[in-house]
């Protein structure tokens, strides 16, 4: 038995590092997975390979930047398995520029994938944790949440705010049973 047996998580940015990684250990885990990345190839590739395997995946090709895409993956991941109580946000991207030469339109991206997308998931799961009786949201942040890196700003800055969201909604939706991914790893 895993850990994670009879739980359903949607997980951003999947079809790659991070983000593959914790797709294929939820499914070892024994969860159920939707996730989502604009790498419709890599993502379709994935998600053949861990069916063929057996585990029950879905994967939507979304982009994070794109606030409706975000939304409609979480729903989808729902629509699917008819519940959903776990979400990882872990899509991102990094731009190596300093606050003088990164430009608006980059700052807006950088926002937009590394930090809106992340509310409009959570926004669209809550209340889908909520019918199933509590859930957990995980933000993937980064030691550059607390650690400056040179030429990174937008990417540190997105990286704190992530961490910052992550811990409000964890406060802000306690008493809706929304916590800490310790509760379905029983650690």
């Not at 604009?38 to 590739?45: P, V, Y």
């Not at 994935?46 to 979480?74: K, P, R, S, Y």
Request: overall charge neutral; glycine content about 10%.
């Amino acid at each position: 038995m895993g850990r994670l047996d009879g739980k359903v998580a949607a997980i951003t940015g999947g079809a790659s590092g991070i983000g593959e990684a914790t797709v294929r250990r939820f499914i070892e885990e024994g969860a159920k997975v939707a996730f989502a990345d604009r790498d419709r190839e890599r993502g379709e590739q994935i998600a053949a390979e861990l069916e063929a395997a057996g585990a029950d995946a879905l994967f939507v090709q979304a982009d994070m930047q794109h606030a409706a895409e975000a939304t409609a993956f979480i729903q989808q991941a729902e629509a699917h398995f008819g519940v959903l109580h776990i979400l990882v946000n872990n899509a991102g991207i990094r731009m190596y520029q300093n606050v003088v030469d990164a430009s608006e339109e980059s700052w807006d991206t950088m926002l937009a994938v590394n930090l809106k997308a992340y509310a409009m998931c959570a926004k669209a799961a809550i209340p889908a944790m909520v019918r199933a009786g509590g859930g957990s949201i995980v933000g993937t942040a980064s030691i550059r949440s607390i650690r400056a890196g040179s030429n990174t700003v937008q990417y540190d800055t997105t990286k704190a705010a992530v961490a910052g969201l992550t811990r409000s909604m964890a406060r802000d939706h306690a008493a809706d049973g929304i916590g800490s991914l310790r509760r379905f790893l029983r650690i």
